[in-house]
């Protein structure tokens, strides 16, 4: 579970390639034994924040405290920080035993302990029995495994994970997330990850960073994330759908997501634009007199140009493109 206790902190990191800032003055505080995500687009430096963590990246300034030590100047090595790759980075002459055991290996362990260590590693993550397999002949969701075990055997005193269900085909990429969470509970141990959809933070972590503009926009559980977006960008960003913003007045608009408006009646109206089917749930577009776009919902699709009648069951109110208050 996640303590009080500040594992990772951050502190004004700037990065710079060339004239673009891709990190900007950006502050964090992860916790001990959290499972942490951070969720951006794409190009938005998700990578670079956890390369400069794990010390292969040098941040312009700003300062990196880990268990409250400054190892901003530390060489990777001496960090005791895991990063898992997107690309899982395998040896791919090494079988999967071998691969493992590398960096005890680089380490100067023992034969004895490096045994020791890579099967109870390969035992955790259920790859016992392809130990003696070529990596080239395992499967994308074995493969990222062994990538897990060979970060692990180091005993890393926090894991830093890519993009880790990107290079899994859709059937298993489920299942891995429940045993990245599964993972973190038996080796109490704190992990943060990096993915652009946000499809992958809602049921596993504690807590979620919106990255964009080079800083967090939003730090927060997914739930909240959904019905209390910080501000605009935010909202457009979580959920199927953007949040509807109706303008109020120059400073002031309203934000909705689709089940908080009821439609067939009531005095706000908008016009049909397109049809978007869900599941089992229409979603119409549309558009309101004042060019705002607003997504409504029902059980049947409806005619382009048709003008649908709502009213808000709940609402948020922005100001100067800032979350407010939420009214219900
Ligand atoms: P993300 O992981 O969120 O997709 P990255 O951290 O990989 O984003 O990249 C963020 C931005 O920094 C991108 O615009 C990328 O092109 C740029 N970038 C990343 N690494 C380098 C580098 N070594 N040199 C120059 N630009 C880089
Ligand atoms: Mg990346």
């Known amino acids: 579970m996640k303590t009080n206790k500040v594992k990772l902190e951050l502190k004004r990191i700037t990065?710079?390639?060339?004239?673009?800032?891709?990190?900007?003055?950006?502050n964090l505080k992860i916790y001990e034994g959290e499972l942490f995500a951070i969720l951006g687009p794409s190009g938005t430096g998700k990578s670079t924040l956890l390369r400069i963590i794990v010390g292969i990246e040098e941040p312009d300034s700003g300062q990196i405290l880990l268990d409250g030590k400054d190892i901003t100047d530390l060489?990777?090595?001496?960090?005791?920080?895991?990063?898992?790759?997107?690309?899982?980075?395998?040896?791919?002459?090494?079988?999967?035993y071998r691969n493992i055991a590398f960096p005890l290996k680089i380490a100067g362990f023992k034969k004895y302990d490096i045994e020791k260590k890579v099967n109870s590693a390969a035992k955790l993550l259920g790859i016992s029995e392809i130990l003696s397999s070529a990596v080239s002949k395992i499967s994308g969701g074995q493969k990222q495994r062994v990538a897990l075990a060979r970060a692990l055997v180091r005993e890393p005193s926090m894991f830093l994970l890519d993009e880790p269900f990107s290079n899994l085909d859709a059937r298993v990429r489920f299942t891995a997330r429940e045993e990245l969470k599964r993972l973190r509970e038996q080796l109490h141990s704190?992990?943060?990850?990096?993915t652009h959809d946000q499809r992958e933070t809602s049921n596993i972590t504690s807590r979620v960073g919106v990255l964009n503009d080079g800083k967090f926009q939003q730090i927060d559980s997914f739930e909240n994330l959904y019905n209390f977006p910080k501000n605009k960008w935010v909202g457009d960003f979580i959920g199927n759908f953007p949040m509807s913003f109706m303008k109020k007045t120059d400073s002031i608009s309203w934000g909705f997501r689709p089940e908080w408006a009821i439609a067939g009646r009531g005095n706000l109206s908008a016009k049909v634009v397109t049809n978007e089917l869900v599941g089992d749930i229409n979603y119409w577009m549309c558009e309101m007199k004042d060019g705002s776009m607003v997504v409504l919902r029902g059980d049947k699709p409806k005619e382009v140009g048709s003008i649908i009648n709502f009213k808000l069951n709940k609402y948020n109110i922005y100001k100067d493109n800032s979350f407010v208050k939420q009214i219900s």
């Open 75 to 96: 060489p990777p090595n001496r960090r005791n920080i895991a990063m898992v790759f997107q690309s899982f980075a395998l040896y791919p002459n090494m079988d999967v």
């Open 190 to 194: 704190t992990f943060v990850y990096v």
């Open 15 to 26: 990065k710079k390639f060339g004239k673009k800032i891709v990190i900007d003055n950006l």
